[in-house]
Structure formats: structure tokens, C-alpha cells
DNA sequence: TATGAATGAGGATTCATTCAT
DNA sequence: TATGAATGAATCCTCATTCAT
């Protein structure tokens, strides 16, 4: 009631706050490196430097951090795609913005995509509330729906074909998350296989398909 | 030596062989329904009514069962493939065959494809021999080469533009990875989501890509 | 010093011991329905709305407060009995008297029975200091000694046999224990196998001894 | 199916069975000592020196473990009272048959009843199975049916008044439990307070019983 | 005095792998 | 070769107790 005491609890606050946030940092770097499975709660807690017991009073079990990281990598792309509505409306090369803005996350956050779009083995599911995943999903459609929008407006500005936006949202994401995850997939992938660099396969990706929605002369 | 004998070693050989492919089949089942983490080698023991002993006389470890999942699935893929070396050259419309054999290969073997495409997981990797993993990578390889040499042959008939068409096979493959993935992802999002069925949004993207080759008048 | 201070110590003196008391008014509830193993701090805590360690301000242990909760119990005992002392002597039916007591008792305070009589695992009794065992043992030795007292009366006037009086009331205080234990160990017991309601059968019983005491002509 | 295989089975068996009694009579020795919740599976395993997931071959869980030494037993009680059922009918002084017949089982197996009878705190009950306690109370049952059909039989042959003899069984049973309840509860009760043997004290209390019973002149 | 965050020892259980038969 | 009993390392989570504020 009094300020020292509303001063005492905000501090309080702050530092539970940060508390979580350095085990969420923890978490992230062990989950990073090992994937769920091989990660422990000791490692986490020796990253952090708290006891074991600790990682128990802000996070229910293992699985809730795992998620928790989820989410985490969710809500940045959701940031990273909330510039895209700002935009200048009606000039061309938005989609191109776009793409650039996921493959500028994908480069931020590379290790979220494990866990954001890879973690589909069955025993990952069975361990990931079904409301996470779906909060997940959400967030990813929200941001497909921003691709929709600025394909439907090329249509209807007369740059694009009348195409099915949202099939083309979705494809366009797709692609991208297909060829990061080749490469994601095994490190050797790049120099030895595919024989070009990720980014610039990613932007050949992205040629091919706007050329498929240009309208033809 | 004598015939008794050699007959007698025939015969265990194929039992032998027998037994090998009755354990792979009750590992297919596990891993496929519960993944790497929760499947246990007393599941699959039980699934083919032998011992949990037996299971190491065949196979080094559970990871060594995983893993040759992994490569037969490779395998199937890759003999799914071979019909595309026989086509006629010449006739347009054979990167769209490549394309459908690619799907039909996945609407037949649909649990595989967690196994081959998404086991990218750290601690899954940490478990996978590299000698395997490299060996599924260079079937993908030879797969996407018949894709890259379709394109080629496109390009040469001036049916396709002049495009990098080992990029191309890449990206047709990336593609169709990530639009299966995200259907597999979650079940839901068919319906509820993308609002369309797979193999229709597969198919999007291919006439997309494929508009996306073509010379233009 | 002056009356101010001593008014505030008085205070202060009321709000502990309301403090005590609520404290072990929470763990009374949570001993009784979760036995001592599953009873947690944070569940008694939480019940009399307190800081953890406040409780730590109060007692110095989980044990603490049960032997405490113990202590109770038998302290109400003790009040219960302290009515038969000022009885009119001389009178028959003293003994069913403080047989019904004893029954009033437990009718009032069913949930201590568990925590007074049947906390004899090794391991509760390895967490309970002899202190307060003995304590216990004492206020039921000085409960005894009333009905031992009221059946030495009995003897003397002619109304029973030559016993030995403190076996009897030793034996009554052991069948009625008996009994109520029998019944509070399965709550189906009374009605599916007993057939009877547990204060008939106390009364059988007492009808049994007292009969079994009698003079006869 | 051969007589080698037959004879390996067999033996096999036997060394199962071997196995499970060495773990139980390792479980009783600890349980006996500690307790259930002081009780670990570590203290059992290292006990009959097996592994610790020995243990789990043969049970599933650290309270199917302890159930089964409360069914061991009642198995125990059960077969002392066997004997009862071939007693010549008729004849006085059977229902002290019976009195007897529980003391000595008592005497043999003091330590089962810690864990037969005074199981009755919240938190073991909701690690017992109730069918565990299902079967436990109808030996219980089946024991006492044997007292009532001795003591109807008395009542028959007019050595005994018209009492409920189901009551009665009842209560002699609940009286021993009390008296030696009583007496387990607390080492120096026996010397300190009862000042009288536990058997000389049962006696008595026996004595009282018959005599309640007794028709009179 | 009251708080409640932090501690960390402790224990049940699982399961891949080995090995005697 | 086939068996399946035995192993024991590995790990998650709980909770009584402490202590800085």
C-alpha cells in the first residue's frame, strides 16, 4: 500500500522477471545445443548458475521450458513481420520485403527453427500442450495472413495473376522453410551438395515464384 | 561343402534374413507411432515375438534400428525414382511427372517422412552414425539430379527459361518438403487452416514454379 | 516498563498466540485429510494464508506440528475426563459413565484418533520426539487411572468381581481403541461386514465386560 | 516342449520364485525396520544385493512391494486360524482356542501387524490398491467368521448366554488389536505403565470376556 | 517479525545393453 | 543362435528448511 512497500514489490517483480529470463536464456542455449531429449534441468541450472529446485518455481517441468522457447521464437517472428504492415501499400516488390523479412529472422534466430517448425516427432508432440502448438500455429497464420494480403494486392494492383493469395502465401512459406530446413538439416549440405549458398537459393527460390505470378505480356 | 550342409546354411541365411526384416517391421511401427524418445527396444521386442536379446544379434543399438529406417525410406524413395530415368525424353511436362512421383512416393510411405526429413534434432543427429546420414543425403542427391537433368532438358527445349536448374530441383524439392511438413506438423491445419486439401496446394505450387519456368512470349 | 510498552507486548503476546493457533488450526485440517507423508508446509501455509517461513517462526518442523496436533488431542482427552472425577462417588454405572465419555470424545474428535493412537510406523514414530510421546502416554495413563479408580470404587462397594483394576481399565481403554479402530481403518467396514453401527457395537462391548465384572449370585 | 526345455522352465521358475521371496523377505526386513516412507527401494535392493531395477522385475512400484507383505500376512493370520476349523466340536473353551490361536500368531509375526492393522493413515491408504484392501479385510472377515461360529456354537450348547456372536467375535478380535496396539505403540508401556506382560494383560482380558458371557446360576 | 525465493539432498522409476544359459 | 533376467546409470521432480530483505 505504502510506496516503500510498492517500490519493494516492484523490485521484487524486476527481479523475478530477470530470474526468468536467465533461465529462459539458459534454457535456450542448452536446448539449442542438445534438443530436448539430451538436455537436462542440471544443465540448465548449472548454466544459470540456480538449483535445480529454482528452474521448479518459475517453470512447471521441462516441458513447459521447451515450449516456452517455442513461443518465445513465435512471438519474434511476429515482431519481425509486424514491420511488414507498416508499409507503404501499392508499390511493387512487397512480397519481396516479405521473404526478406523471414529470411532476415531465419538469419536473427537460426536455432529457434528446430524448435519452432522441426520439433514434429511424435514424442516432441506428446510432450507439447496441445495449446502451445496451437498458439504456435496461430502466430504463423497471422503472419501468413500479412503474405496474403500483399499478394492479393499485387493481383489486384495488376502485377500478379489471379492466383489463390492464401495458397500462395502458404507455398511461399513453405518453400522457404523447405530449403532452410535442407540446410539446416546437415551443415555439409551447403558447400559440398547444394552447391550454393543458402541465401542466394533462398532468393532463386523467390525469382522463380514471382516470376510465376507475374501476368504475362 | 557338401549339398546337406550348403542347403542347410541357405536356409538359415534366409531366416536369418527373415528375422532381420520381422524386426525392422515391428521398429517401423514403433518409431513411427511413438517416435525415437518414447519407442522402447521391449516394444519392438514384443511387436515381433522375439527376445529383447534377439533384437541385438541383428542390431547394434536403437539407434542403429532408427537410422536403418531412415535409409529404407531412402531406399523406396530412390527406387520411386528410378521409373522417372526410363520416361521418354524430350516430351514436356516430365518435371510435373517428377513432381507427382515425388508425391506419390509420400502419399505411400507418409510415416517415412518424419523419420527421413525431420529427424534434425540435435540429440536425434548426435545418435545418427554420419556414415548414414551422408548416405540418405546422397540419395536425395540422386533423386534431385533426375529433377535437375529434367529441367536441364527444358531449358534446352526452350521450354524453360534459362535458370539454374540444380537450383530449380532443389527448390521443387525444398518445396514440396516444406508444404508436407506443415500439413504433418499438426493435423489440424489441413482443415481448420490452410483451408485446402495437401495434394491441391501441391499442385498450386507446382504450376506455380512451372509458370514461373516458362519462356515468355 | 511503562503501561504503553506493556499494552503493546500484550498485544503482540495475543496476535502470536492467534497466530499459533491458526497455524495449527491449518495444519490440523491438512494432517487429518492427508496423513503426515503427503501433507506439505506449503499446503498448511497456504491454508492459513502465511509465509512458508512464518511457520518456521512458530515451530521448528514439519514434526513439530504434528506432534503438536498430537499434543491436542490428547489434551482435549484429558478435559473430556476431568468431568468424571467430579462425579458422585459411590453410585453404579460410573464405569459405562466414563465409558461413554470416552465415546463422547471420540465422537467429537474422530480425526485425532488417526494421529493420537495409530501413528505407530516406525517412521512416524522416528519423527516424533520421545518428549512427546511420553506426554501422550502420560495423559492416557492419567485418563486410565480415572476408570481404574471408578472400577476400584466398584469393587469395593461389591458391585464387581476381585479384578485387577488397572488391567480393566487398561483392557476397556484397549477394546474401545480396538473397535474404533477397526471401523475408522475402512469406512466400508461398518455397514458391508460389521453390519452394525460402530456405537452399537461400543455398546455391546461395554455390555460384554461390564457383565463380565459383575458379582454373581 | 521336450523334456530339456520342460526342465529348463521349471528351473527357471523356480529361480523366479526364489528371486521374488529373497526381494520380499528383503522388503519385510526394511519395512519392518523403517516404515513405508522411510523405506527405500536402494535399502531393499542392496539388502537381498540385487540391482535396483531387479526390483522392478518382479514389482511394479515401492507400494505393490509393501501390499504385498500386508497380504503376506494375512496369508500368515489366515492359515493360523486354519487350524481352528479342525477342532473337535463341542467341546469348552474353544473361543479360548481361538483367543490362543491369535496370540501365537502374534507372537510369530509381531512385525506384521504394524503394517496388517495400523496402515491406516491417509497417505499409506492412498498408496494401497483398495483391492489389496478388499482382500486384506475378508481374511480379516474369514478369521472372525471362524470366532463367531465358536462362540454361536457355545451359545448353543448353553455354555453361553444369547449374545450376538458376530458382535462378540467382533469385539474379542478388536480387543486384541487394541491391547496389543497399546503395547506395540510404545516399548515402555509394557514395563513402565501396564506394569504386566502383554500376554498376561490379553489373558485377562479374555478372562473378562468369558465370564461376560458366561450364563449365570 | 514476516516474507517467500532459493536451496539441494533425496528417491522412484526407466530402459538400453550385457551375458550366462 | 535365442533367450530374458539382471544391471545400474541416468534424470525428473519434490519439499523441508534456510536466509536475505
Known sequence: MNTGQKRKTERRQKEQLARRRAILAAAREVFFAKGFMDATIDDIADRCSLAKGTIYLYFRSKEDLYTSIMAEG???????????????????????????????????????????????????????????????????????????????????????????????????????NGIIMAYENDPIYRDEFAGMEMEKMLLHSLDLVLEGLKVKK
Do not use: H
Not at 523479412?101 to 529457434?112: H, S, T, V
Not at 496441445?130 to 500455429?137: H, N, T
Not at 499485387?154 to 492464401?166: L, P
Open 74 to 176: 513465435m512471438e519474434r517472428l511476429r515482431r519481425e513481420f509486424e514491420v511488414l504492415k507498416n508499409l507503404p501499400p501499392g508499390e511493387p516488390g512487397l512480397v519481396e520485403s516479405a521473404f526478406r523479412a523471414y529470411i532476415g529472422f531465419y538469419r536473427k534466430n537460426r536455432k529457434y527453427f528446430r524448435i519452432m517448425f522441426l520439433s514434429s516427432q511424435p514424442d516432441v508432440r506428446a510432450r507439447t500442450p496441445q495449446e502451445v502448438l496451437l498458439r504456435c500455429m496461430e502466430t504463423g497464420m497471422e503472419c501468413m495472413g500479412i503474405v496474403r494480403d500483399l499478394v492479393q494486392e499485387g493481383i489486384e494492383r495488376a502485377y500478379y495473376r489471379k492466383v489463390d493469395s492464401w495458397a500462395v502465401a502458404n507455398i511461399l512459406w513453405a518453400s522457404i
